[in-house]
């Protein structure tokens, strides 16, 4: 290639915590570097029913093992196909998967305080009358974020806050900004 070629845009993986915006902030940010969308939640669900369904038939071992199979295979793919990618909260408890995020080019993990995030899956679950399985005990989800945000921090290149101080857009735009500084 010369250097007068454009170069192949960059994937991006965005992790974090539920709640942290990943799907909102992911649609915008897709935008803005020209990329496809890809939610590993929804691929899910496509192929193996709603996510409270898969966790109440086969628990929450059962729905680890398909998320693993999606996330690893849509990771993958993204040397091919670029695009940028929402990884569901837990995905990151896979050892697996933090040896691919953990070579990955651009892996921008969305924070928020457990407070912000609790409200807002909570308004969420209000508005669509379903909720999240992990999201139902305040205890747990409370515990769950403290033993997640070390996995998230050992595989994210960058960190950026959405706490709801800023807009989705302007937080999506932080993250194109530094994936076009650092391609
Ligand atoms: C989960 C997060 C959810 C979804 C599932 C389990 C988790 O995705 O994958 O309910 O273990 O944190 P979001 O982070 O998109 O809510």
Same mark, same amino acid.
């Given at each position: 290639?010369? /250097?007068?070629?454009p170069?192949?845009?960059? @994937?991006?993986v *965005?992790v974090?915590?539920?709640?942290c915006?990943? /799907?909102? =902030? &992911?649609t915008?940010?897709?935008?803005?570097?020209g990329?496809p969308? #890809?939610?590993?939640?929804r691929l899910?669900?496509?192929?193996h029913?709603?996510?409270e369904?898969?966790?109440a038939?086969?628990?929450?071992e059962g729905?680890?093992?398909a998320?693993r199979?999606v996330?690893?295979d849509?990771?993958?793919?993204?040397a091919?196909a @670029? $695009? =940028?990618v929402?990884?569901?909260?837990g995905a990151?408890?896979? &050892?697996? =998967?933090r $040896?691919v995020l953990? #070579?990955? @080019?651009? =892996?921008a993990w969305?924070?928020?305080?457990?407070?912000?995030?609790w %409200?807002?899956?909570?308004?969420? $679950?209000?508005? /669509? &009358? &379903?909720g %999240?399985p *992990?999201a %139902?005990?305040?205890?747990?989800?409370?515990a769950?974020y403290?033993e997640r945000? @070390?996995l998230?921090?050992?595989?994210?290149?960058?960190?950026?806050?959405n706490d709801?101080?800023h807009s989705?857009a302007? #937080?999506?735009?932080?993250?194109?900004?530094?994936v076009r500084? $650092?391609s």
């Open positions: 290639m010369t /250097s007068a070629e170069s192949a845009p960059s @994937p991006v *965005l974090g915590f539920m709640g915006g990943k /799907s909102h =902030v &992911g915008l940010l897709a935008r803005l570097l990329l969308f #890809v939610d590993t939640d899910l669900e496509a192929e029913g709603s996510i369904t898969i966790f038939e086969r628990g929450e729905f680890r093992e998320e199979r996330v690893l849509t990771l993958a793919g993204l091919e @670029p $695009a =940028v929402s990884l569901g909260g990151v408890s896979d &050892g697996d =998967v $040896a953990r #070579v990955a @080019p651009h =892996v969305l924070s928020a305080p457990v407070d912000v995030l %409200r807002r899956v909570h308004r969420a $679950a209000r508005r /669509s &009358g &379903g %999240r *992990l %139902r005990d305040e205890v747990s989800f409370r769950l403290e945000l @070390p998230y921090g050992e595989v994210a290149t960058a960190e950026f806050r709801g101080d989705a302007e #937080v999506a735009e932080w993250v194109a900004r530094s500084e $650092a």
